[in-house]
Nanobody
Framework: QVQLVESGGGLVQAGGSLRLSCAPSGRTFNRMGWFRQAPGKERDFVAAIRWSDGITNYVDSVKGRFTISRANAKNTVYLQMNSLKPEDSAVYYC??????????????????WGQGTQVTVSS
């Protein structure tokens, strides 16, 4: 059974930091990503990483503030979030992509999803 288990969400003041973790089990993935969904909005891409070489991809609004990384030995992907803003508040989802497709920033590009972890940034 494939599972993606997220952890690390919580409540933080604006300007603060959080680190999310995602530990997949049951299979390996070519790419891992983070998406977020605020109430009443669509699920949006945040960041992704190519497992083989660590190449990353970010949405413009988080560039310079968020960093996605992976720890091969732990089979874990992280999202370090710094300088958090209230508009970063959302449920954050970890996602795994099995294939080698060209695109890796859309919800439909990913095959497996975690249950989500809440991030709330207070002003």
């Amino acid at each position: 059974q494939v599972q993606l288990v997220e952890s690390g969400g919580g409540l933080v003041q604006a300007g603060g930091s959080l680190r999310l973790s995602c530990a997949p089990s049951g299979r390996t993935f070519n790419r891992m990503g983070w998406f977020r969904q605020a109430p009443g909005k669509e699920r949006d891409f945040v960041a992704a990483i190519r497992w083989s070489d660590g190449i990353t991809n970010y949405v413009d609004s988080v560039k310079g503030r968020f960093t996605i990384s992976r720890a091969n030995a732990k089979n874990t992907v992280y999202l370090q979030m710094n300088s958090l803003k209230p508009e970063d508040s959302a449920v954050y989802y970890c996602a795994g992509k099995v294939g080698y497709g060209r695109t890796w920033s859309n919800v439909g590009d990913f095959d497996y999803w975690g249950q989500g972890t809440q991030v709330t940034v207070s002003s």
